[in-house]
């Protein structure tokens, strides 16, 4: 059975500042889809991280479907009226344009999603992460489907012998979706010197070499290139199809427990460790710090099971343990230097025309 797995999310509203959606407004976003989707979803779940709201659906209908992407579209639209109502925090804040158009791609939401024949088991996982950028997942994503010390199977399973295709978008240009395809092993080198800068280079997807089929899809969304301005860290969705093929499910998780230094933290402008953490865990210390939360499903005849939440296990209350630590470290170095973000990524905030001012007041010394 062919199927389309369709990730679209948003953060449109939150208490407390950038802590969590109400319960109000998720209820609201579960009942409006389980609604107006009838008929046109096979299987749906809505799910927080942090304070965004993720609908994750299943249907026949393709990529980039415009009836699927307008009923998530009109859910956030809907679920902004009711933050407004509750006087939630920044409501509607990732609806960046006024009116729909065709699929949510540009409008704000981010997107992520995969459209294949469905194996006899169809086991995959589904990522959000909240306070960072796309490029958050480059290094556990490198690591996955490159690296023998985080997967076993590129030594062990024939499925996996001929390596993996990367599809890497520069996010930084704006007049197109401009991609490279890099083919591993053989170009790891390259791979790596693009994704060592996860502010403009972003895996996009990732392919099976041995079968052609897809085993990644990322949302790229840079919400500061639809608005001009900063608007809020862009806070990536992920599908990953596991097992056979493809990593298994433990190679895919292995990289989360370096807590690896990603954009995000207060104010969208500043480096922190990605903490692992269980789904619908909230945010606090300096609006941090990055986080991803991970669920896991299989899909049978587009129908879900329950889900599984990957990082609620104890080996990762000591990663989180770890990942604390790292994070009080590098904030202990306040805006100075690789704590903050380099100017470039600040570009859209008051820093602009603190510095304009500034830059008026310089004068040369005569030697």
């Known amino acids: 059975m062919k199927i389309t797995l369709s990730v679209i999310k948003a953060d449109i509203g939150s208490i407390g500042g950038h802590i969590k959606p109400s319960k109000r407004l998720k209820d609201h976003l579960k009942e409006y889809i389980a609604g107006e989707g009838r008929g046109l979803l096979i299987d749906h779940y809505v ?20 009836e699927v992407h307008k009923l998530a579209w009109d859910a956030f639209v809907s679920g902004t009226e009711v933050a407004k109502e509750q006087g939630l925090y920044g409501a509607g804040q990732d609806l960046l344009k006024d009116a729909f158009s065709g699929n949510v791609k540009g409008l704000g939401p981010a997107v992520a999603e995969m459209e294949f024949e469905e194996r006899p088991n169809e086991p995959f996982l589904f990522f959000a992460a909240d306070k960072t950028d796309p490029g958050a997942y480059n290094l556990p994503l490198y690591l996955s489907f490159t690296d023998p010390m985080h997967n076993s199977g590129l ?18 240009y704006t007049d197109a979706d401009r991609v490279i395809e890099l083919n591993a092993p053989e170009e790891i080198y390259d791979i790596a010197a693009l994704l060592r800068d996860p502010e403009r280079f972003v895996v996009e997807s990732i392919h099976s070499r041995e079968t052609g089929d897809q085993a990644v899809s990322v949302s790229t969304t840079r919400l500061h290139n639809i608005a001009g301005k900063y608007t809020g860290k862009d806070d990536p969705v992920m599908l990953a199809r596991v097992q056979g ?42 609006d941090g710090p990055p986080v991803v939360s991970c669920l896991a499903f299989c899909v049978h ?46 570009e859209y905030g008051g820093i602009v025309t603190k510095m304009e001012k500034l830059e008026q007041r310089f004068v040369n010394w005569e030697k």
């Open 301 to 346: 005849n587009g129908k879900f099971t329950e889900s599984a939440d990957v990082f609620d296990h104890p080996y990762w209350d000591h990663i989180r343990n770890n990942i604390s630590q790292k994070a009080t470290e590098i904030r202990r170095q306040g805006f100075f230097g690789s704590a903050m973000l380099p100017y470039g990524e600040l």
């Open 155 to 172: 030594i062990l399973s024939p499925g996996m012998a001929k390596g993996f295709k990367f599809i890497i978008m520069d996010v930084s």
């Open 245 to 286: 093929a493809f990593p298994a499910t433990g190679e895919i998780l292995s990289p989360f427990n370096i807590g690896p230094y990603v954009a995000g933290f207060m104010r969208g402008s500043h480096n922190g460790p990605l903490m692992p953490v269980k789904q619908d865990s909230s945010i606090s210390f300096f």
């Open 47 to 66: 799910g927080s991280t942090g304070d965004d709201l993720a609908i994750l659906c299943s249907h026949q209908r393709g990529l980039l479907d415009e």
